[in-house]
């Protein structure tokens, strides 16, 4: 199973990219897909993620606002919609697909998660 991520590239400041993710392979059988992203020098962290059977979203409180995560669960496909991008929002995002119960929550723990893209590089400049 393979997690192909794109959508990235270099905007200005305000600008907007949809970011999207598809599971190839065998057929993927998910509880909840997440986006993360890591900036140079930083540790990597949860940027947004959906619990399929709950229907519950999260985001970190820095995106609340701007970006927006939807998806299709028979797809295995994640979109990440992102607007009014800032150039703190400059990072490699990657997908991921969570494959094991945890709860009916979005999972925000990157170890929770077993499938990984390969990253897709957002760039905005001021």
């Known amino acids: 199973v393979q997690l192909q991520a794109s959508g990235g590239g270099s905007v200005q400041s305000g600008g907007s990219l949809r970011l999207s993710c598809t599971a190839s392979?065998?057929?993927?059988?998910?509880?909840?897909m997440g986006w993360f992203r890591q900036a140079p020098g930083k540790g990597r962290e949860c940027v947004s993620a959906i619990n399929w059977s709950s229907g519950d979203t999260y985001y970190t409180d820095s995106v609340k606002g701007r970006f927006t995560i939807s998806g299709d669960n028979a797809e295995n496909t994640v979109y990440l919609q992102m607007h009014s991008l800032k150039p703190e929002d400059t990072a490699a995002y990657y997908c991921a697909a969570q494959t094991s119960y945890v709860a009916d929550v979005a999972e925000t723990i990157d170890y929770e998660y077993d499938y990984w893209g390969q990253g897709t590089l957002v760039t905005v400049s001021s």
């Open positions: 392979g065998r057929t993927l059988s998910t509880y909840g």
